[in-house]
């Protein structure tokens, strides 16, 4: 096998996810009607790849971007959706304390655990998100509640962000799930 073959064959390995790398899994949606306000709570199994897990636990906080939106179900392409917001999560190690803490952005609710894995799991439970005034949908009108949840790559420190854009450990998604919701 001359070198260009193998230099290839090691590039595409270098690049290429090993098997259960990582990934988010949006596994259900809660819809909740409170005083005239719908509100929805996303359950996310959250799989951080090795290499997010071990720069979480060397201190490096990892930023989540929950984004939600509500869409007419026979809405155009070009249609503005009825909702569309984003929610950030940050979860980070305290290396003094030996803490790992899931902070609700930007209102910086905080709650703090003793394992890596109790604080994921803490992180999969959205909390409940505003989605839309009760008056704001038609009654008899269909909607899609489209939701994806990403590691914001742009949060990392700046040394990192290198790295993270070109290696595919670093690009934790679910892509979009949806959900009929009818009012």
Do not use: C
């Not at 998100?129 to 009108?141: F, I, S």
Request: glycine share 6%; hydrophobic share 45%.
């Amino acid at each position: 096998m001359s070198l260009l073959p193998r230099v290839l064959l090691l590039f595409m390995l270098s690049v290429t996810p090993a098997l259960g790398d990582g990934g988010f899994i949006i596994a259900g949606v809660d819809r909740i009607l409170r005083e005239e306000q719908y509100l929805i709570e996303a359950h996310v199994d959250y799989r951080f790849s090795e290499t997010a897990l071990e720069a979480l636990d060397h201190g490096v906080p990892l930023t989540i971007n929950l984004h939600y939106r509500l869409r007419r179900d026979d809405a155009w392409i070009w249609e503005d959706a009825v909702v569309d917001r984003r929610q950030l999560y940050l979860i980070r190690y305290l290396p003094l304390t030996k803490l790992y803490q899931v902070m609700r952005l930007p209102d910086g609710e905080k709650q703090s655990f003793v394992t890596r894995d109790a604080a994921i799991g803490a992180l999969g439970e959205s909390g409940r998100l505003p989605l839309a005034p009760k008056t704001a949908l038609e009654p008899d009108e269909q909607y899609n509640l489209q939701i994806k949840v990403s590691l914001d790559i742009e949060s990392l420190p700046l040394p990192l962000r290198p790295v993270a854009y070109l290696r595919p450990s670093w690009k934790l998604s679910s892509g979009w799930t949806e959900w009929p919701f009818v009012p």
